[in-house]
Nanobody, 124 residues
Framework: QVQLVESGGGFVQAGGSLRLSCAASGRTFSTYGMGWFRRAPGKERDFVAAISRSGGRTYYRDAVKGRFTISRDNAQNTVYLQMNSLKPEDTAVYYC?????????????????WGQGTQVTVSS
């Protein structure tokens, strides 16, 4: 069982930055691939970024490439999402998730555990 708790969301103007954190419980964090997803108002939840268990592989949706960076610290049981050059269309609830597969996956169905989400609001 893995419990995930996101933090770091907030309100920011367009062009600004935020760093989201996701703290995981348990001693097996380093065996899980991790992902970030988001749900914009009135839309379905979508993939944002993923990182492999070692951190050696990452994968991003096209809309955030070059602006967002996913990373992890296995010693701290934490995964991060650094978000730069934020746009109003990045406004959403952001969720972190863990997959036992260990590699990078964009399909929500491949993830076993989810956090409760953190709100990110970007004003124009």
């Amino acid at each position: 069982q893995v419990q995930l708790v996101e933090s770091g969301g907030g309100f920011v103007q367009a062009g600004g930055s935020l760093r989201l954190s996701c703290a995981a419980s348990g001693r097996t964090f380093s065996t899980y691939g991790m992902g970030w997803f988001r749900r914009a108002p009135g839309k379905e939840r979508d993939f944002v970024a993923a990182i492999s268990r070692s951190g050696g592989r990452t994968y991003y949706r096209d809309a955030v490439k070059g602006r967002f960076t996913i990373s992890r610290d296995n010693a701290q049981n934490t995964v991060y999402l650094q978000m730069n050059s934020l746009k109003p269309e990045d406004t959403a609830v952001y969720y972190c998730a863990a997959t036992h597969y260990g590699s990078v996956y964009a399909n929500q169905k491949d993830y076993d555990y989810w956090g409760q989400g953190t709100q990110v609001t970007v004003s124009s």
